[in-house]
């Protein structure tokens, strides 16, 4: 299983307020950045936050980022039907087995 | 505009090797770190190799370690992954993706992907 737990489901109507957390430990989110992918489907991902909070360029100001201690959210508001998509949250892990990126599971994200 | 396009996928028995190639462009390739991010059908993201700008600091994820050899020619703005002894669970789409910093000097995993390359090991 991922190194970072998300759930593995979420969803909402149009126009609602929705969050996706992400867990993880010491050695990822709590000592280091958490950023923010979105997948929609047949598509490869892109960069959704950065540096716990920050959006890219482009990036609508629906989506919003929060990090504390060793876990760390998404949210998005105003949901639309063109949100349905996966989401994964990730990290830097300075684990002393070899440090590297290491992923959640993902979100799938349904706009009912 | 940032471009970074894989090739060299397809289908390879078990224990065979196969080499994919990423061409980057619209940047300076030689001042970026670089990643191979991988996703089995139907699962999530896993990632596979880093790679300093210079080449000088490299990574692995446990599951290639030994077994994967990540490169990269910064004159011809290209990245590569050599993969031996592929096995099943080594099928996927492969990711190319690059790095960034922020001004104060948080790093930004994966500002810009490929559209990936499929990796097919099966008998």
């Known amino acids: 299983q991922s190194v970072l737990t998300q759930p593995p489901s979420a969803s909402g109507t149009p126009g609602q307020r929705v969050t996706i957390s992400c867990s993880g430990s010491?050695?990822?989110?709590?000592?280091?950045?958490v950023n923010w992918y979105q997948q929609l489907p047949g598509t490869a991902p892109k960069l959704l936050i950065y540096?716990?909070?920050q959006r890219p360029s482009g990036v609508p100001d629906r989506f919003s980022g929060s990090k504390s201690g060793t876990s760390a959210s998404l949210a998005i508001s105003g949901l639309q039907s063109e949100d349905e998509a996966d989401y994964y949250c990730?990290?830097?892990?300075?684990?002393?087995?070899?440090?590297?990126?290491?992923f959640g599971g993902g979100t799938k994200l349904t706009v009912l | 505009e940032v471009q970074l396009v894989e090739s060299g996928g397809g289908l390879v028995q078990p224990g065979g090797s196969l080499r994919l190639s990423c061409a980057a462009s619209g940047f300076t390739f030689s001042s970026y770190s670089m990643n191979w991010v991988r996703q089995a059908p139907g699962k999530g993201l896993e990632w596979v190799s880093y790679i300093s700008s210079s080449s000088s600091t490299i990574y692995y994820a446990d599951s290639v370690k030994g077994r994967f050899t990540i490169s990269r020619d910064n004159a011809k703005n290209s990245l590569y992954l050599q993969m031996n002894s592929l096995r099943d669970e080594d099928t996927a789409v492969y990711y190319c993706?690059?790095?960034?910093?922020?001004?104060?000097?948080?790093?930004?995993?994966?500002?810009?992907w490929g559209q990936g390359t499929l990796v097919t090991v099966s008998s």
């Open positions: 993706a690059r790095d960034a910093h922020t001004p104060d000097g948080d790093y930004v995993p994966f500002d810009y």
């Open positions: 540096s716990n909070n």
């Open positions: 010491s050695s990822n989110i709590g000592s280091n950045t």
């Open positions: 990730a990290a830097w892990d300075d684990s002393l087995n070899g440090p590297g990126v290491v």
